[in-house]
């Protein structure tokens, strides 16, 4: 799966999507921070899921209608944990997540919600 870590996200989770098999980038490397909205629509352009700690994103898709290709909300989980954590959501829920979902993870608790789809 194609994945854009934003840049509050660990870098060090870089390669925890890597051994997982993933296609992913970090924000963090990038010369300047674009600011969420770029960020959100580079993720989608380019098919990827966006991995945040950043609640922002989600009022972005949410109630804006910004376009994305699926988020993941990393909340209050310790810096090295959030690779591999991110990567085991992947694995059980990336159909969610690759169709547009928008997932919440904390120690406790995992919530998702579907994407949203106009009816015809």
Known sequence: MKVLLDTCVWGGAVKDFRSAGHDVIWAGQWEEDPGDEEVLTKAHIEGRVLVTLDKD?????????????????????????????AARVFALYGDELSSGAIITVDARRIRIRPPYREES
Do not use: D, M, T
């Open 57 to 85: 994103f989600g009022e972005l898709a949410i109630v804006y209608g910004l376009p994305h290709s699926g988020i993941l909300r990393l909340v209050n989980l310790p810096a090295r944990q959030q690779g591999f954590v």
